[in-house]
């Protein structure tokens, strides 16, 4: 069983940021990517926001890029999101995202999702 718990979600003024964490426990043998989603008010789908690889490697959605980093240890199973400049527009629940390996098989897991509000 493998679980991703997020952190660091919370009510920010235009201009502001934040920084999101997620953290991987279970039985990994190793985690492939690691990404962040998230689904705006009204919307069903969840967007990509930013997603990085096991070496590094990183892509962004456009609408964030330049204000958005994202960054894994892997010594510790975590990714972050680091969010600056934020936008009333980027308010939305942010779903972390991890493709985790147990044994030979590779998962797909989800965190519960963290509440992030861009409001004067």
């Known amino acids: 069983q493998v679980q991703l718990v997020e952190s660091g979600g919370g009510l920010v003024q235009p201009g502001g940021s934040l920084r999101l964490s997620c953290a991987a426990s279970?039985?990994?043998?190793?985690?492939?990517?690691m990404g962040w989603y998230r689904q705006a008010p009204g919307k069903q789908q969840r967007e990509l926001v930013a997603?990085?690889?096991?070496?590094?490697?990183?892509n962004y959605a456009d609408s964030v890029k330049g204000r958005f980093t994202i960054s894994r240890d892997n010594a510790k199973n975590t990714v972050y999101l680091q969010m600056n400049s934020l936008k009333p527009e980027d308010t939305a629940v942010y779903y972390c995202?991890?493709?985790?390996?147990?044994?030979?098989?590779?998962?797909?897991?989800w965190g519960q999702g963290t509440q992030v509000t861009v409001s004067s």
């Open positions: 995202n991890a493709r985790v390996v147990v044994n030979v098989f590779e998962y797909d897991y």
């Open positions: 997603v990085i690889t096991k070496g590094g490697s990183t």
């Open positions: 279970g039985s990994i043998f190793s985690i492939n990517d």
